[in-house]
């Protein structure tokens, strides 16, 4: 689904770093797009939006999952 989206939709090299960073380094990056931090494990709604990327975070506020479009 996420090849549907205009410009870069994935950021694999983000896995790890400070979920503040990232967020900001993924709005730099594409400007389509919001990113949002929330804690991994977070109930979120199931649709999926061109203009969304969620940076799933653990407590200490580190990436844990390839943030993407969605």
Same mark, same amino acid.
């Given at each position: #689904? @996420? @090849?549907? +989206?205009a410009?870069? =939709?994935?950021?694999?090299?983000?896995?790890? /770093? =400070?979920? !503040?960073?990232? &967020? @900001?380094?993924?709005?730099?990056?594409? @400007? %389509?797009? !919001? &990113? #949002?931090?929330?804690? !991994?494990? /977070?109930?979120? /709604?199931? !649709?999926? %939006? +061109?203009? %969304?990327?969620?940076? %799933?975070?653990?407590? =200490?506020?580190i990436?844990?999952?390839?943030? /993407?479009?969605?």
């Amino acid at each position: #689904m @996420s @090849s549907e +989206c205009a410009g870069k =939709n994935s950021w694999p090299e983000l896995l790890g /770093t =400070n979920g !503040d960073y990232a &967020a @900001s380094v993924i709005e730099r990056e594409n @400007s %389509r797009v !919001d &990113a #949002m931090v929330i804690l !991994d494990g /977070t109930p979120v /709604t199931g !649709d999926f %939006r +061109c203009d %969304r990327v969620r940076v %799933r975070v653990n407590r =200490n506020r580190i990436v844990v999952q390839v943030p /993407t479009t969605g």
